[in-house]
Nanobody, 123 residues
Framework: VQLQASGGGLVQAWGSLRLSCAAS????????MGWFRQAPGKEREFVAA????????YYTDSVKGRFTISRDNGKSTVYLEINSLKSEDTAVYYC?????????????????WGQGTQVTVSS
């Protein structure tokens, strides 16, 4: 599985962004997809996940209500829409794929990773 993340950039606080993760290389119906982020000096943390087949989603508590994960089967792409951006959202955002098919928050359960896209929020 190859993952290509894009859509990051410099945005003002309270703005919005939509990150994309284009997947290729195999059938995706049995996969789950996740978004993680890593801020400078901090460990990589789970943000959201989605089961490709059912669309069931899971979010970490700190982003509920502001982040939305979705997928487009026809485009083999997963999205992360971020609203009401805050300075603490500044990080490199990574998409990942898990062959478990579970909406897991555990980094170790993800088998494939994209290269990351930088999101910088200015106040």
């Amino acid at each position: 599985v190859q993952l290509q993340a894009s859509g990051g950039g410099l945005v003002q606080a309270w703005g919005s962004l939509r990150l994309s993760c284009a997947a290729s290389g195999r059938a995706f119906s049995t996969l789950s997809m996740g978004w993680f982020r890593q801020a400078p000096g901090k460990e990589r943390e789970f943000v959201a996940a989605i089961r490709w087949s059912s669309g069931v989603t899971y979010y970490t508590d700190s982003v509920k209500g502001r982040f939305t994960i979705s997928r487009d089967n026809g485009k083999s792409t997963v999205y992360l829409e971020i609203n009401s951006l805050k300075s603490e959202d500044t990080a490199v955002y990574y998409c990942a794929a898990s062959i478990t098919g579970r909406t897991t928050l555990s980094i170790s359960m993800y088998n494939y990773w994209g290269q990351g896209t930088q999101v910088t929020v200015s106040s």
